[in-house]
Every structure is written in structure tokens, then in C-alpha cells.
């Protein structure tokens, strides 16, 4: 086959254009032992690709089944380990009465504590509402650049 045959064959080849014909084409040239020094790097490749479609799988892989034993005793450790969990935490929740539940039975006592419970989220809702100068004084601005238009 002509060497400018060739070289065109291999411009469409790296632009992705040939066909599986042309492409077979190529195979059969670089797979000779006559190929200019040029063209040595496309031989080395189709050899590879020669190479690579010749090559099988072995039929059926190799399975170790010690993996299998492993993650079985492993399943029945952990549902071990949760089901021992359970009864012991479990066990331990019964022995709580109502005294241990820190319950304020003095209403003045209670109401102290109500007050000091609302003063903190009142002081936690102003801290919000002061960053929120921020976003009136964004709206401000953005008004008059809207009228200017």
C-alpha cells in the first residue's frame, strides 16, 4: 500500500473518522516488519491493540469462600454485641423514678427560672434583629438605584 495512502488513512484514524474497514487496513500494514522510521510509534501501538483483542479472560474467576466465612462471623458478632447492648442499657433506663428527673416543685423557684429562660431567648432574638439593620439599609439602596432607572 502507498505510503501517502497510509499517512491520510492515519490523519482520519486520529480524528476519528475511519471505519472499521480502513481501520483493519491499518492493523494488517503496521503489523509487517517494513514500516518507515516515522511511523514506528503507530506500530508499537496497533501491535498492542493486536495484541490486546488476541487476549481472553480466563472462563471463570477464582473465589475464595474465606471471605464469605468472615463476613458471617462477623454479621453474628455484631447482632451479639447490639443485642447485649440493649439488655444492659436497657436494664439500667428502669431504675429511674420521677425524683431523678430534676423537676422544680417550689413555683416561686419556677417561675424564677422562667423568667431567666424567656430573658435569654428575648436576648438571643435582638441579637438577630440587630443584624437585620443590614439588610434595611440593602433595601434602601437598592430603592434608589431602581428609581433612577
Do not use: C
Request: net charge negative; aromatic share 10%; no cysteine.
Amino acid at each position: 500500500m502507498e505510503l501517502s495512502k497510509i499517512e491520510k488513512l492515519l490523519e482520519r484514524y486520529d480524528e476519528g473518522e475511519t471505519s472499521l474497514a480502513e481501520e483493519k487496513l491499518l492493523r494488517e500494514y503496521f503489523l509487517r516488519n517494513e514500516i518507515p522510521e516515522h511511523l514506528k510509534s503507530y506500530q508499537l501501538m496497533f501491535m498492542f491493540s493486536n495484541k490486546q483483542a488476541n487476549e481472553k479472560l480466563p472462563e471463570e474467576p477464582e473465589v475464595k469462600s474465606t471471605n464469605n466465612n468472615w463476613y458471617a462471623w462477623t454479621s453474628i458478632a455484631a447482632i451479639l454485641i447490639v443485642a447485649l447492648g440493649i439488655f444492659f442499657f436497657n436494664d439500667n433506663s428502669r431504675s429511674l423514678n420521677d425524683n431523678d428527673l430534676g423537676t422544680i416543685t417550689e413555683e416561686e423557684m419556677a417561675l424564677e427560672k422562667a423568667k431567666e429562660t424567656l430573658a435569654m431567648v428575648s436576648q438571643i432574638m435582638n441579637e438577630g434583629k440587630s443584624d437585620l439593620v443590614y439588610l434595611k439599609e440593602f433595601n434602601n439602596t437598592k430603592n434608589k438605584i431602581i428609581q433612577i432607572d
